[in-house]
């Protein structure tokens, strides 16, 4: 089993739909989560940022973690054609210098925004 | 610079050849990170400095694989005997404090490398 498992769709839905992605994960030391944008050809782009438990909402993405259950989740409301991309979930341990300080990456959940 | 600059963004290299990748991180950012992304997966760690010092390099899959960053600001990857397996794209990023302290984490481009 991986440490990050992430479901890679591909996941297409209409506009103004309510999107859903999550994932699970079985390392109990991760204490900080991030979901990334990446458009095709393109690098990774930092969307959410969360620390711990709990939700954070920016603007139509609301980032939620529930570290009891080692399952994180984003939310994108109101979605638009240009949300078409593979959203990758990632997270790390709180350990200066050492190994865990790693991102650790889900697959990606490819994700297309109908007009 | 404004973000994380990567080159070249593109290289075909012939099975067997060596081929060298820059990273130019954020200016300033102590933390510079190297992850491999093959098609269809997220990235994978390969290598961490903090500086110039390169504190871990447990995500090398080979000594064919080899990472430098001599003054602490641009750093190279460089392969040697590529392989088609090699063939993925090579993704750098800077932090600004060290690992594991919580900064978020920018990413450049990357450089698309395909091994024929």
């Known amino acids: 089993q991986k440490e990050v498992e992430q479901d890679p769709g591909p996941l297409s839905v209409p506009e103004g739909a309510i999107v859903s992605l999550n994932c699970t994960y079985s390392n109990s030391a991760f204490q900080y989560f991030m979901w990334y944008r990446q458009y095709s050809r393109k690098g990774p782009e930092l969307l959410m940022y969360t620390y711990s438990s709990g939700n954070k909402e920016d603007g139509r993405f609301t980032a939620q973690v529930d570290k009891s259950s080692k399952y994180i989740s984003l939310f994108i409301r109101d979605s638009q054609p240009s949300d078409s991309a593979t959203y990758l979930c990632a997270m790390s341990a709180f350990n200066y210098g050492g190994s865990q300080g790693n991102l650790i990456f889900g697959k990606g959940t490819k994700l297309s925004v109908k007009p | 610079g404004a973000g994380v600059s990567q080159s070249p963004r593109y290289k075909v290299a012939k099975r067997g050849q060596d081929v060298a990748l820059r990273c130019d991180p954020i200016s300033g950012h102590v933390s510079l990170f190297w992850y491999q992304q093959a098609l269809g997966q997220g990235p994978e760690f390969l290598t961490y400095?903090?500086?110039?010092?390169?504190?871990?390099k447990s995500g090398l899959p080979s000594d064919r694989f080899f990472a430098e960053r001599p003054e602490g600001s641009v750093s190279t990857l460089k392969i040697q005997r590529t392989q088609q397996e090699d063939s993925a794209v090579y993704l750098c990023?800077?932090?600004?404090?060290?690992?594991?302290?919580?900064?978020?984490?920018?990413f450049g481009e990357g450089s698309w490398l395909t091994v024929v």
């Open positions: 990023a800077s932090s600004l404090a060290q690992r594991g302290a919580g900064n978020t984490i920018y």
């Open positions: 400095f903090q500086n110039e010092a390169q504190l871990d």
